[in-house]
């Protein structure tokens, strides 16, 4: 069961994935390797091992958005290394209004009743 847990967590926290790196890019222009230490933070839950995504999954995340217009890739060079920044586009900010619009209006009230009902613990009773 203990597994089953763990594959239940890890597959929310995966389910984010896009969403989390498009709103990350919203608040700053970023690169990926900053990109993958935020969601090293992010993954970091006390208790479980969850591996956080590593290039081989944020990349391809970077080139999808970027493909479909909601980011674009700049390249600079960083000292002698050339790195690619990632800014928000128009369209990627009104993609991010859009997912805060869902959030506030429906997946927030679902949220507000899951943490009520965690308060209450076991059979409705508060803890």
């Not at 970077?62 to 290394?81: A, F, P, Q």
């Not at 209004?97 to 429906?106: C, F, L």
């Amino acid at each position: 069961m203990k597994d089953y847990n763990n594959h239940i967590i890890k597959s929310f926290m995966r389910g984010f994935g896009k969403t989390m790196i498009l709103l990350m890019i919203n608040k700053e222009r970023t690169h990926g390797y900053e990109i993958m230490k935020k969601l090293h933070r992010f993954y970091s839950i006390k208790g479980h091992r969850i591996k956080p995504p590593g290039p081989s999954i944020i990349y391809p995340i970077l080139h999808d958005l970027e493909k479909r217009g909601l980011i674009k890739g700049e390249w600079e060079l960083k000292g002698e290394k050339r790195v690619k920044y990632y800014k928000i586009t128009p369209q990627g900010e009104e993609t991010v209004k859009k997912i805060k619009h869902i959030m506030k209006d429906h997946i927030m009230k679902i949220w507000e009743e899951f943490w009520e009902d965690s308060a209450k613990g076991e059979k409705g009773v508060y803890r």
